[in-house]
């Protein structure tokens, strides 16, 4: 069946160094994914998107990286810090908008 | 701007009781969705609501499951006879969903329903 999963439920980096968060997807027709950051007790906030047309995209010290071929989406922060410690999940968006998540990756940014 | 607001944000009741829990979408944002995270878990998509249009019930897990909409404002969630295994966050997000737009979801913080 469909579905996006994450590589590694936890990743724990050192203040400043990058992280590299990775998803994999099944359905190769997906074309537009999200990435969500999710904090304790708080809803998930909108990262960064991508459609499938897209190999990379940049934001503010956010990277997607998206290669089709192998069906694998990634999220890189550059320079991480403590406040960006949390859960992020990368969702694929349905026919009528509805988002199909994976089971998340939880960061933690040690000082 | 005012984001997506929930209430409450705790619930507690026991099994067999109904609950309802209610959601206040961002104005002007024609489309609503209802989510459930159970701990440690991602999101499951329970009901969609756009305009008019008939809501997309498919995620709903069971017919003790149902939310309604009035026009494009607040929406409410139900779940009848409650059972211990319907204890999880259930999240609430709108997006404009006007034509061209990207259609981000905007997410409100939630309300944590625990079934004792």
């Known amino acids: 069946g469909e579905s996006v999963g994450l590589h590694l439920p936890t990743l724990s980096v050192q203040e400043g160094d990058n992280s590299i968060i990775n998803c994999a997807y099944s359905n190769s027709a997906s074309d537009y994914f999200i990435w969500y950051k999710q904090e304790s007790g708080k809803g998930p906030q909108f990262i960064i998107d991508?459609?499938?047309?897209?190999d990379k995209r940049q934001g503010q010290r956010v990277t997607v990286l998206l290669n089709k071929t192998v069906k694998h989406l990634s999220l890189q922060i550059a320079a991480t810090q403590p406040g960006d410690s949390a859960v992020y999940f990368c969702?694929?968006?349905?026919?009528?908008?509805?988002?199909?998540f994976g089971q998340g990756t939880e960061l933690s940014v040690k000082p | 701007g005012a984001g997506v607001s929930q209430s409450p944000s705790n619930k507690v009741t026991e099994k067999g009781k109904d609950v309802e829990l209610r959601c206040d979408p961002i104005s002007g944002h024609t489309a609503l969705y209802w989510y459930r995270q159970r701990l440690g878990q991602g999101l499951e998509f329970l009901i969609y609501?756009?305009?008019?249009?008939?809501?997309?019930k498919s995620g709903l897990p069971s017919d003790r499951f149902s939310a309604e909409r009035t026009g494009e404002s607040v929406s409410t969630l139900t779940i009848q006879r409650t059972q211990q295994e319907d204890s999880a966050v259930y999240l609430c997000a709108s997006s404009s969903r006007r034509a061209g737009s990207t259609d981000t979801q905007y997410f409100g913080p939630g309300t944590r329903l625990t079934v004792l």
């Open positions: 991508i459609r499938s047309n897209m």
């Open positions: 609501f756009q305009g008019n249009s008939a809501p997309d």
């Open positions: 969702a694929e968006i349905k026919q009528g908008g509805k988002l199909i």
